[in-house]
Nanobody
Framework: QVQLVESGGGEVQPGGSLTLSCAAAGSRFRIYIMGWYRQPPGKQRELVATVDPGGRTVYADSMKGRFSISRDNTKNTVYLQMNSLKPEDTAIYYC????????WGQGTQVTVSS
């Protein structure tokens, strides 16, 4: 069992930056693939990025070059650095721990608006 708590969301102007954090409580954080997904208003949840236990990353095409995922296994935390934010990045962002079972956080709202 893994409990995930996201933080760092908020409102930012277009072109701005935010860093999301996801703190994991529970055992064996380092064995999970950690990821961020997002759900824009009125749309389905979509992949943002994942990072595996070895640090290998995968990004959705629209986030490449703007977003960066990283993990700190000593702090049981995964991060999402988001730069050059656009209004279409507005969404609820969810953290997930993927293994034999998947565990989701409650989500954090990111709003990009002028």
């Amino acid at each position: 069992q893994v409990q995930l708590v996201e933080s760092g969301g908020g409102e930012v102007q277009p072109g701005g930056s935010l860093t999301l954090s996801c703190a994991a409580a529970g055992s064996r954080f380092r064995i999970y693939i950690m990821g961020w997904y997002r759900q824009p208003p009125g749309k389905q949840r979509e992949l943002v990025a994942t990072v595996d236990p070895g640090g290998r990353t995968v990004y959705a095409d629209s986030m490449k070059g703007r977003f960066s995922i990283s993990r700190d296994n000593t702090k049981n935390t995964v991060y999402l650095q988001m730069n050059s934010l656009k209004p279409e990045d507005t969404a609820i962002y969810y953290c997930v721990a993927e293994g034999f079972h998947s565990f989701w956080g409650q989500g954090t709202q990111v709003t990009v608006s002028s």
